[in-house]
């Protein structure tokens, strides 16, 4: 079993910024990626990286804002969101051990989550 840890949600005004950090016990593939989930809403796709050539994909709501990286290790992500917006605001998971059999942003493909980081963007 592996371990995902999330932290670094807060309490931001519109146009600031935050970093989420993940850390998983141990390595749990090539690729994670970065979930969220607002209020009432389906969890989505955020962004995502693989160690192997560092491809990063984001979804289009968040490019140019954005920025997913990777340690050497494999075993920690980070999310640097900068001029972040109300519509922002959703719960943020991290995802490891991509089967690599269908999209990026299928939350269904991930073996292991985390439990969430709250980030909240107020006007």
């Known amino acids: 079993q592996v371990h995902v840890v999330e932290s670094g949600g807060d309490l931001v005004q519109a146009g600031g910024s935050l970093r989420l950090s993940c850390g998983a016990s141990?390595?749990?593939?090539?690729?994670m990626a970065w979930f969220r989930q607002p209020p009432g809403k389906e969890r989505e796709g955020v962004a995502f990286?693989?160690?192997?050539?560092?491809?990063?994909k984001y979804a289009d709501s968040v490019k140019d804002r954005f920025t997913i990286s990777r340690d050497n290790t494999g075993n920690t992500i980070n999310l640097q969101m900068n001029k972040l917006k109300p519509e922002d605001t959703a719960l943020y998971y991290c995802?490891?051990?991509?089967?690599?059999?269908?999209?990026?942003?299928?939350?269904?493909?991930?073996?292991?989550w985390g439990q969430g980081t709250q980030v909240t963007v107020s006007l």
């Open positions: 990286i693989c160690i192997v050539d560092g491809t990063a």
């Open positions: 141990r390595y749990a593939g090539a690729c």
């Open positions: 995802a490891a051990g991509f089967r690599g059999d269908g999209s990026w942003s299928d939350h269904r493909l991930y073996n292991f």
